[in-house]
């Protein structure tokens, strides 16, 4: 049922985000950025591993465009360890960030829908940033880079 109101109300939401981003959108100085991850989240699990935990993420379909709803899976190696947020902001052009829901499935999968915004540079990255928490408290932040559709 929560779906389906969900599904109903996405093209609402679609109109919301794009009046909220577009203004927001415009250059940004990646040069001080060192997080060298770089993947193909179409093709293949992205892997990255902060404090012994090893995340992955990938995209459900091969082919992807802005404004079209992304299947997007996030697995963590250490089931302990909870994810508390997911957002996606863009590596070289500022824009503010844009929240991924991501509910929690079996075996450490979180699963969802995230949303590429359509104020994208020809050569447009993206970065995903995954923030858990272990069971002692500590915040752990993954972050994976990746390129735009062409």
Not at 10 to 39: E, Q
């Amino acid at each position: 049922m929560l779906m389906n109101t969900f599904h109903k109300l996405s093209p609402f939401l679609l109109v919301v985000f794009i009046a909220f981003f577009l203004p927001a959108c415009g250059k940004h100085d990646a040069s001080k950025l060192t997080d060298g991850n770089d993947c193909r989240p179409q093709l293949a699990k992205c892997n990255i591993t902060v404090a012994g935990v090893k995340a992955e993420f990938w995209l459900e379909q091969e082919e992807y465009a802005n404004e079209i709803p992304l299947l997007t899976n996030v697995r963590l190696s250490d089931p302990t360890v909870q994810m508390i947020s997911a957002k996606l902001t863009g590596d070289n052009m500022y824009m503010g960030y844009i929240p991924v829901i991501l509910e929690a499935g079996k075996s450490s999968l979180y699963s969802g829908e995230m949303y590429l915004a359509t104020c994208t540079r020809d050569d447009m990255r993206w970065r995903l940033t995954i923030t858990a928490r272990s069971p002692q408290g500590k915040e752990i932040e993954f972050t994976f880079q990746f390129d735009a559709p062409k």
